[in-house]
Every structure is written in C-alpha cells, then in structure tokens.
C-alpha cells in the first residue's frame, strides 16, 4: 500500500500534503506498534497496547497506563489515523496505515544499516533502530536503501515495507512444526529485549536450521535443536516464530 499511494500522491490534495507532514515521535511509535502487532496476528486494543508498551525501550518515553493510551488512541482517531469499533478494536484508517508502513521501513532500514554497516550487536539492533527511525528523512533513506543494496527484510527476518519481499506462504510457526522434522528459522519476534537476546546467545535467528525434539499443547512448551544446543519456547512464543521444513 506504501508504494502504491506514493505513486497515486497528488501534489494539490491534502493526502499528499498530510504525508509530507512528519508526525510526532510518540504517533509515529503508536503506530509502528499497531503494525507490528497486526502482523503477529493480534487484535488490537488498549489493554494490548499498554501491555505491549511495557517491553519498549524506556528510551522511548510511553505511558503504558491504561488512561494514557486510551487519551493517544483518541487523539489519533480525531487525527484520522485509526477507527475504534464498537467492540474496542483498534484499525488502521487508510492513512494511518500509509503513515504506519512508512515508520516500519525506516525502522527496519535503521536495523539493517545499524548491523550491516555500522556493526552494532544483533541484539541491540532493534532498541538502536528506536533511536534512527525518528531522525531518518526521505532523502537520507533513499541513500540507505542504496548503500544497504535494496534490503527485502531485516535482520530477524520481517519484510521492509515498500522493498520486494513477498511472505513465503509455505511457512509456519513454530507451534505447529512436527516432531522430528528438520526447519529452517525464517523470522522471529523482536520487542521483547530479553528474548532477542537469547535468540542471539543460542543462535536462533533466520537462516539457521532446526529440529523439533517434542511439541506438547498441555505442557505448552515446544523443545528443540539449533546449532546441538536444546532450546524450549512456549507455545506463546513459539506461536511467534516463523520456519519453513527443509
């Protein structure tokens, strides 16, 4: 849809000139959440959010309270950039979600140049991106995406909004892999600090191969090989990561 409204933007109508206009830091970090979330599959409402917000970099400055998000989620609906339904979910309008993919390709441009060029370590890239995303203009991000070669994801595996990624259909999460069968990690969760950090330590991470050793729903814990070492997610987590069977 980025790409596709760029393309369409007419210099006179106000849609142009909205997307011209960068919104505040704090939106802008409103609405990479509401994306990324979506992408996870999750309906999205207040309590998620405020939840959600509590494993964001304290960099970032949020509330997580209840009454905070809730002001924001109103202040955004009256600036058109989401709808609430009468069930208390949260959407995207079409220009929040313009504005939203832009902010997820930035941040995860800014994740790319911060491991690939600058060296930063895997497990700090995603907090480092928090920082860049914020202070990148069109111009600076056009240069990146040329020195980074037209990425199509980032480190962890999620597709850059407005690149050539196309989401292999073939994969599946963790959760429902088979006992036995040998996977390749195709993208994993990154917000939560501590869990990005492990998948680092034991190198879990997109491109390396795995085996289920047991998956059971009444433990709720999935085990498994990656790199001779025995790993166990649980099936909340495990419902979060992305294989594809070799």
């Given at each position: 849809?980025?790409?596709?409204?760029?393309?369409?933007?007419?210099?006179?109508?106000?849609?142009s000139?909205r997307?011209?206009?960068?919104?505040?830091?704090?939106?802008?970090?409103?609405?990479?959440?509401?994306?990324?979330?979506?992408?996870?599959?999750?309906?999205?409402?207040?309590?998620?959010?405020?939840?959600?917000?509590?494993?964001?970099?304290?960099?970032?400055?949020?509330?997580?309270?209840?009454?905070?998000?809730?002001?924001?989620?109103?202040?955004?609906?009256?600036?058109?950039?989401?709808?609430?339904?009468?069930e208390?979910?949260?959407?995207?309008?079409?220009?929040?979600?313009?504005?939203?993919?832009s902010?997820?390709?930035?941040?995860?441009?800014?994740?790319?140049?911060?491991?690939?060029?600058?060296?930063?370590?895997?497990?700090?890239?995603?907090?480092?991106?928090?920082?860049?995303?914020?202070a990148?203009?069109?111009?600076?991000?056009?240069?990146?995406?040329?020195?980074?070669?037209?990425?199509?994801?980032?480190?962890?595996?999620?597709?850059?909004?407005?690149?050539?990624?196309?989401?292999?259909?073939?994969?599946?999460?963790?959760?429902?892999?088979?006992?036995?069968?040998?996977?390749?990690?195709?993208?994993?969760?990154?917000?939560?600090?501590?869990?990005?950090?492990?998948?680092?330590?034991?190198?879990?991470l997109?491109?390396?191969?795995?085996?289920?050793?047991?998956?059971?729903?009444?433990?709720?814990?999935?085990?498994?090989?990656?790199?001779?070492?025995?790993?166990?997610?649980?099936?909340?987590?495990?419902?979060?990561?992305?294989?594809?069977?070799?």
């Open positions: 849809m980025l790409n596709e409204l760029l393309e369409m933007r007419n210099p006179d109508d106000k849609l000139e997307f011209e206009t960068r919104l505040s830091m704090a939106v802008e970090n409103y609405l990479l959440s509401i994306i990324r979330l979506e992408e996870q599959g999750f309906r999205i409402s207040v309590a998620l959010l405020s939840e959600h917000f509590k494993s964001l970099p304290s960099a970032e400055g949020l509330g997580t309270s209840l009454p905070s998000v809730s002001a924001m989620i109103r202040r955004m609906a009256r600036e058109s950039l989401v709808k609430v339904s009468a208390k979910q949260i959407n995207l309008t079409k220009i929040g979600r313009v504005f939203a993919e902010i997820l390709r930035r941040h995860r441009l800014a994740e790319r140049l911060a491991v690939d060029v600058l060296g930063v370590d895997l497990a700090l890239a995603h907090e480092e991106a928090h920082r860049l995303e914020h990148m203009s069109p111009y600076l991000e056009s240069k990146i995406v040329v020195l980074l070669e037209y990425p199509e994801t980032c480190p962890f595996g999620h597709g850059i909004p407005g690149s050539t990624y196309k989401m292999d259909n073939s994969c599946i999460t963790l959760k429902d892999a088979s006992i036995g069968d040998l996977y390749v990690v195709d993208r994993v969760p990154e917000d939560d600090q501590n869990l990005l950090k492990y998948f680092v330590n034991n190198s879990f997109p491109g390396h191969q795995i085996t289920i050793e047991d998956s059971s729903s009444s433990r709720g814990v999935v085990e498994l090989l990656c790199e001779s070492k025995e790993l166990v997610f649980s099936i909340d987590i495990a419902s979060q990561i992305w294989v594809k069977q070799v």
